[in-house]
């Protein structure tokens, strides 16, 4: 089993550390598609489902099904709708994209271009301002609220691609977030 450097929390932006860098695609005698392969983070680097901090933004997925029901009527989705055009939409293909946009392309774009990260509260400066942007792309079909609620999982999914590397992980996250959601609110919001 893998151990990992725990994780260390400072209120201040500073520089990282060697030991901290973020994982970093070797690009030295890689294929072109290799290379747009890592950038994107479409790698296995190490096993994220027994990650303690992956297993615990899992868990706290229904926290943010529940935190939404706030602004949504609880509107449970009928057994037929689990394979509908919308759930696979929702829970699906929308995550896929988003993630393959935001955490791979924008997030990896910015891993790359920023070689001295720096740190807020262990949060990257890529998966910051990439967060930013997801938030921003929300608000063409949400409301100002919505696009606020989705902030903070998109920084655990940004979280999981600077933690790993890969965008795999927040793949998986993000698809287990909006498939609860639907099942839990239904297609109220749509």
Not at 81 to 103: I, K
């Amino acid at each position: 089993m893998e151990s990992t450097s725990p994780m260390r929390l400072s209120f201040e932006i500073r520089q990282m550390s060697p030991q901290q860098k973020l994982p970093s695609p070797d690009v030295g005698g890689m294929s072109r598609s290799a290379r747009v392969m890592a950038l994107l983070g479409l790698q296995y680097t190490r096993p994220f489902h027994r990650d303690a901090l992956f297993l615990f933004f899992f868990a706290l997925g229904p926290a943010v099904w529940l935190s939404m029901t706030v602004l949504f009527a609880l509107q449970p989705s009928p057994r037929h709708a689990l394979w509908s055009p919308v759930f696979l939409s929702v829970a699906l293909w929308q995550p896929l994209c988003e993630e393959l946009l935001f955490r791979g392309l924008i997030q990896g774009h910015l891993l790359e271009s920023m070689p001295k990260q720096k740190t807020w509260l262990g949060l990257s400066i890529s998966n910051l301002l990439t967060s930013c942007l997801f938030s921003l792309a929300h608000l063409a079909n949400h409301s100002v609220s919505w696009s606020l609620l989705v902030f903070l999982p998109s920084l655990c999914f940004g979280f999981m691609r600077d933690r790993f590397g890969s965008v795999y992980p927040s793949i998986l996250l993000h698809v287990f977030y909006n498939g609860g959601y639907f099942l839990l609110i239904g297609s109220a919001t749509r």
